[in-house]
């Protein structure tokens, strides 16, 4: 049977992101797509910091950068800023980008270390770019420069942004497309009898809308996916236990420009984040309710706040874990109604857009095959678990000992996978990226050594180096990235040239 009629069950981040991607397909074929909201229920929210692919996504949807980020008070992020996680005072920043590059097949970090053997004792740190950036806040965009300097390393870069006006901006690109949306609670769901597939949904009012297939936007409560299929999920609480959150947007009182970073503060039973915005900043407590109760929680975030709160506190439950299956008959799930990991590493819009890549080259109009819903399934299953695998990284390598929940989390069995990865790294600062898993060496290499791991032996390889020819190109690669940094202007300055934000 062919797919005639889409309908899109939720208006957050997730549904917009989806009917946005969708609506291009309008131009090649005819097909109805109806995106069902209720304002009643409103969304989750929050969700505010994201990483370098989201700008991807919206380059491919041809969405002019600036024109994007003026409206959702967006500012440029190159990477987090973990503080107390390795232990109490301490911090570093996970970039976006490579630490320097890779020399005679080996990672730089393993180069790096041999020198730091030989007595060199330049931080890693200062081999990348988007760290130094961030250090002395500033930026500015490879297209700025490289076509002057292609000697000066690229900058990775994702966005901060405002996630109503996000899904706003993409609620009129859809619309214009053709994408048509129907305000209203969905208060029954129809299934046909023998396939098992959904055949239409109704709303409180009355109204009937019909698919061929459906998308699951709905939230946490999963609409389609979980109360109507019961497709089933896999929780992983033992190995991520926060469970709450507590959201409250703040100003910046004493008129301090954006940070071009996201920080991640650890406290004794979770984390806060502070996502700087061009108007202010969001931040939010997440925290595990076993060790902590909601007043607690809530104290703790009001008092590391950079301004006045501008909303009341906005208390979040969920469970970590993943839907069995993503597809199921001819429903999609997408955004929280797939699963959730918490946004120690803003990976959930990552896995939207994830999402909808993976729709859009598997979808064919012409049906629904086994084939297509099982590798879909099976990609997104593993793209979960080596998420899932590096937040258990950040709680699991620590020193701290100060609380009953960083003792729960230090000593806790953590998954083979993960044991595998650190073992090997111990080893020899080896990494291993498992098929096209999204973090990277030097991602790993980030967190494993931000957070106390070390490098016990070397690569076999690297005693072959000649270390005074190296040098020079280390020397190189460090003074490349001071000249670039220091020439770049301020993070706020480039932001009020570039990117204005229109008025809040
Ligand atoms: C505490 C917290 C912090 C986060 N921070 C980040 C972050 O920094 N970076 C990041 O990438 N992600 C983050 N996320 C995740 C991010 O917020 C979500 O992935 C994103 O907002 C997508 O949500 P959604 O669209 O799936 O769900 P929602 O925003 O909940 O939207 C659900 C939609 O379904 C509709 N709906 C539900 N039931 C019905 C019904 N019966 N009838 C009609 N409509 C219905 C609602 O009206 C709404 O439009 C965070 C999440 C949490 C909980």
């Given at each position: 049977m062919g797919i005639e009629k889409?309908?899109?069950?939720?208006?957050?981040?997730?549904?917009?992101?989806?009917?946005?991607?969708?609506?291009?397909?309008?131009?090649?074929?005819?097909?109805?797509?109806?995106?069902?909201?209720?304002?009643?229920?409103?969304?989750?929210?929050?969700?505010?910091?994201?990483?370098?692919?989201?700008?991807?996504?919206?380059?491919?949807?041809?969405?002019?950068?600036?024109?994007?980020?003026?409206?959702?008070?967006?500012?440029?992020?190159?990477?987090?800023?973990?503080?107390?996680?390795?232990?109490?005072?301490?911090?570093?920043?996970?970039?976006?980008?490579?630490?320097?590059?890779?020399m005679g097949g080996l990672s730089f970090h393993q180069v790096w270390k041999r020198f730091k053997q030989a007595g060199d004792n330049r931080p890693l740190q200062v081999f990348n770019a988007e760290t130094m950036a961030a250090y002395f806040g500033k930026f500015m965009r490879s297209e700025d420069y490289q076509k002057q300097r292609d000697d000066l390393p690229p900058i990775n870069y994702a966005y901060h942004l405002d996630a109503g006006k996000y899904a706003a901006f993409l609620r009129k690109y859809a619309e214009r497309l053709g994408v048509v949306r129907q305000e209203g609670k969905v208060s029954d769901v129809a299934v046909d009898g023998e396939s098992g597939f959904v055949t239409s949904v109704t709303l409180e009012s009355g109204a009937q809308i019909t698919g061929d297939f459906f998308i699951d936007c709905s939230g946490f409560r999963g609409l389609l996916i979980e109360q109507t299929l019961k497709t089933g999920y896999e929780e992983w609480t033992k190995w991520l236990p926060c469970d709450r959150a507590v959201a409250l947007p703040c100003g910046r009182d004493d008129g301090s420009p954006p940070p071009p970073f996201t920080r991640a503060i650890a406290h004794s039973a979770g984390w806060q984040w502070q996502v700087?915005?061009?108007?202010?900043?969001?931040?939010?407590?997440?925290?595990c309710s076993q060790f902590m109760g909601d007043d607690e929680a809530h104290t703790i975030l009001a008092g590391n706040l950079a301004g006045t709160p501008q909303a009341d506190p906005n208390f979040l439950r969920f469970v970590t874990g993943r839907r069995k299956k993503f597809w199921n008959k001819n429903v999609v799930a997408l955004g929280l109604s797939a699963g959730f990991m918490e946004p120690l590493e803003s990976t959930s819009i990552h896995l939207i857009n994830t999402g909808i890549d993976k729709l859009m080259s598997l979808l064919s109009l012409d049906g629904?095959?086994?084939?297509?819903?099982?590798?879909?399934?099976?990609?997104?299953?593993?793209?979960?678990?080596?998420?899932?695998?590096?937040l258990i990284l950040h709680y699991n390598?620590?020193?701290?000992?100060?609380?009953?929940?960083?003792?729960?989390?230090?000593?806790?069995?953590?998954?083979?996978?993960?044991?595998?990865?650190?073992?090997?790294?111990?080893?020899?600062?080896?990494?291993?990226?498992?098929e096209d898993e999204l973090f990277t060496e030097s991602s790993w290499t980030a967190v494993m050594m931000g957070q106390g791991i070390s490098m016990e032996g070397n690569h076999a390889m690297v005693e072959t180096f000649d270390l005074e020819k190296t040098r020079k190109e280390l020397d190189e690669m460090e003074q490349s990235i001071r000249f670039l940094v220091q020439n770049m202007p301020g993070h706020a300055e480039y932001l009020a040239k570039y990117c204005p934000a229109k008025a809040a």
């Open positions: 889409i309908v899109i069950v939720g208006g957050g981040t997730a549904g917009w992101m989806a009917a946005a991607a969708l609506s291009r397909i309008k131009a090649g074929r005819n097909v109805d797509i109806t995106l069902v909201e209720s304002e009643a229920i409103g969304t989750v929210g929050v969700g505010e910091a994201t990483i370098p692919p989201f700008v991807g996504f919206n380059e491919l949807l041809e969405i002019d950068e600036r024109e994007l980020l003026s409206e959702i008070q967006g500012t440029f992020n190159l990477g987090i800023q973990f503080e107390n996680w390795g232990n109490r005072g301490e911090s570093y920043i996970h970039p976006f980008g490579a630490y320097g590059y890779s700087p915005l061009q108007n202010r900043n969001g931040n939010g407590h997440v925290y629904i095959t086994q084939v297509q819903q099982d590798t879909f399934n099976r990609l997104t299953e593993r793209e979960y678990i080596r998420i899932r695998d590096f390598a620590t020193q701290r000992d100060d609380s009953e929940f960083w003792n729960y989390v230090r000593t806790m069995e953590i998954p083979d996978t993960l044991r595998q990865k650190v073992d090997i790294f111990k080893a020899n600062g080896q990494i291993y990226r498992e």
